[in-house]
């Protein structure tokens, strides 16, 4: 399977909330949140832009701390830790000042314990330097935030990733299968995945490998009769495509 990145339709609506919060109008209202469900590809799509912007990317950890915190960003800067807390804040706010970097924290969800003392740490670097910061976390993250007022007033936008889209299957297996799906398969991979870019990327990894392993040069659902393409995660069995009709 081919590795490169797929623009869906996902990350053209996070690309316009973007856009959106870089022309606000209140400066201090410099933060954006990103959220959903388990495999949307919020992640893999927020990481990724933050690797074409040059954004500093942080996956939050439960026993982060505000200096644990201020470590980690420091060694992502390049910026020396040494120092009180209050010194590395200082150095840190001058580079991203200087430089206008992004920041990202994925798993935003372990900044808000403790009286979300880390987050309002990250709310810091943002108003005082007026760069953007991107939280993205899972479903119930939003009304967490909400509830402490200093910070939610301050997020610009919000964007919830949805499943993915036929178009958007059809053009994942286009772009990184290295033998062509089938439009039947690529029909039947988006229903069973139910939009879940994680579910949708293992079953082209399936699909390929079958094909290669028959000398395929294109694969449809006949191909794959009788085998599992996907696995279903809540009930913890795989599924399998029955032979002349849809997968149960």
């Known amino acids: 399977m081919k590795r490169q990145f797929v623009r ?3 990350y053209e609506r996070f690309l316009a909330a973007v856009s959106a919060v870089e022309n606000r109008g209140a400066a201090e209202a410099g933060m954006m949140l990103v959220h959903s469900q388990p495999g949307y590809g919020k992640s893999a799509t927020v990481e990724r832009w933050a690797v074409d912007t040059q954004a500093v990317f942080l996956r939050a950890n439960v026993d982060w701390t ?3 915190f201020l470590l980690e960003l420091a060694k992502a800067l390049n910026v020396d830790p040494r120092g009180t807390s209050e010194q590395l804040f200082n150095r840190l706010l001058a580079v ?6 992004n920041l990202v924290i994925d798993e935003a969800e372990a900044t808000l314990s403790r009286h979300a003392v880390v987050l309002e740490k990250v709310r810091d670097f943002s108003d005082r330097t007026e760069t953007m910061v991107v939280l993205v976390g899972m479903e119930t993250i939003q009304r967490a935030i909400s509830k402490h007022k200093q910070i939610s007033s301050r997020i610009a936008q919000v964007v919830e990733f949805a499943p993915a889209t036929l178009e958007d299957v059809a053009l994942t297996c286009q772009q990184l299968a290295e033998v062509r799906v089938a ?3 690529v029909a039947e991979i988006h229903r069973q995945s139910a939009g879940r870019m994680r579910e949708v990327m293992n079953a082209i990894a399936t699909v390929e490998r079958v094909a290669k392993m028959n000398g395929l040069a294109e694969i449809g659902v006949d191909a794959v009769a009788g085998m599992s ?5 809540q009930n913890r069995r795989p599924r399998v495509i029955a032979t002349g009709k849809r997968a149960e």
């Open 66 to 68: 505000p200096r644990y």
């Open 229 to 233: 393409i996907t696995h279903d995660w």
């Open 96 to 101: 991203i000042a200087t430089q206008e970097v």
């Open 8 to 10: 869906t339709s996902n």
């Open 183 to 185: 439009p039947d398969l």
